[in-house]
């Protein structure tokens, strides 16, 4: 498929392009959302600035850091670093709400449609807005599972509970709403204990995060009963009016959403194609006159939408 792009920039334009998926919305027979990491941005999960400085001024200081993802990159030299690290990263980004309601709005606009969504987040946020499990499809993991590091077995584990449990050994608060808090005047540790190192039950090597980063990611059982949900989905609504909402995905991984939504919609007669993105709000010729392509913050094109 050829990729010449197309795309929209007038306030005009942009207006009258929301009009036309308020209006997709109301017509389709059934929804795919395609999401990705720009819908967590316009929520509020933004991995650099007053949020990074506020849970990890300390690990900036020491080594410079300039954004939370690169320093889920660096080889600290100790486990019990590494773990210290990662359990702040996942448990604001996991097991913290959202700072705005995107995805509660979201969840307004197909709440009453047959929809499905399918994601290359690994925050959780659909299903902590309310979105049905089993219509969720996590194609690259979970901020909330590990996996052994080899792996030796595909199968993985929830971690909650001892995410909590290093957060508070290194000196974090509980909010009642259950966000981490940094007590004034308090020096954080900057290391878990030895004793609360996640290891393998089955080989006892390290355990690790279940990203999808490499070969050894896990897609354990409930990774490939939710790829056949979304398979089923998709042939269940061969025919019909369907709109596939793409949003917030970049060119990381474009195969996953982007690309299937573009072939599907240019194979269906009456598939509709809607991308939602902040600056690469773009749809190729060949499906040109089945796309409705909105520029800005999703969130903000959402209310929009719900307003209408």
Request: aromatic residues 14%; charged residues 25%.
């Amino acid at each position: 498929m050829d990729t010449k792009m197309q795309t929209g920039e007038t306030a005009g334009v942009r207006n009258g392009s929301i009009m036309q998926l308020r209006q997709e919305f109301d017509r389709a027979d059934a929804v795919v959302i395609g999401a990705g990491s720009g819908l967590s941005t316009s929520a509020g999960f933004i991995y650099m600035g007053e949020r990074f400085h506020r849970y990890f001024g300390d690990f900036i200081r020491k080594y410079g850091f300039r954004d939370m993802y690169s320093g889920g990159f660096y080889p600290f030299k100790t486990l019990e670093e590494h773990w210290a690290y990662w359990s702040r990263y996942i448990y604001i980004n996991r097991y913290m709400d959202a700072p705005k309601p995107v995805y509660g709005d979201l969840l307004k606009l197909v709440r009453d449609k047959d929809y499905f969504v399918l994601t290359t987040n690994v925050d959780h946020q659909f299903q902590k807005a309310g979105f049905d499990k089993d219509r969720l499809f996590y194609t690259q993991g979970d901020y909330g599972l590990w996996q052994c590091s080899v792996p030796c077995h595909n199968k993985t584990y929830d971690n909650e509970a001892a995410v909590r449990e290093m957060a508070a050994a290194q000196g974090f608060d509980f909010a009642e709403d259950g966000s981490l808090c940094v007590p004034a005047g308090r020096e954080l540790q900057m290391e878990v204990p030895s004793e609360l190192i996640p290891y393998c039950p089955i080989c006892h090597r390290p355990m690790s995060m279940n990203l999808r980063a490499d070969d050894t990611f896990v897609e354990d059982e409930g990774w490939h009963q939710a790829a056949q949900r979304y398979a089923d989905f998709l042939r269940g609504h061969q025919k019909g009016r369907v709109l596939f909402l793409e949003a917030g995905v970049g060119y990381n991984t474009p195969g996953i959403i982007k690309y299937s939504f573009w072939r599907m919609t240019h194979e269906r007669p009456d598939a509709v194609y809607a991308c939602l993105n902040y600056g690469e709000a773009f749809a190729p010729d060949e499906i040109k006159r089945k796309s409705i392509c909105v520029d800005g913050d999703i969130g903000e094109i959402l209310t929009t939408l719900e307003a209408q």
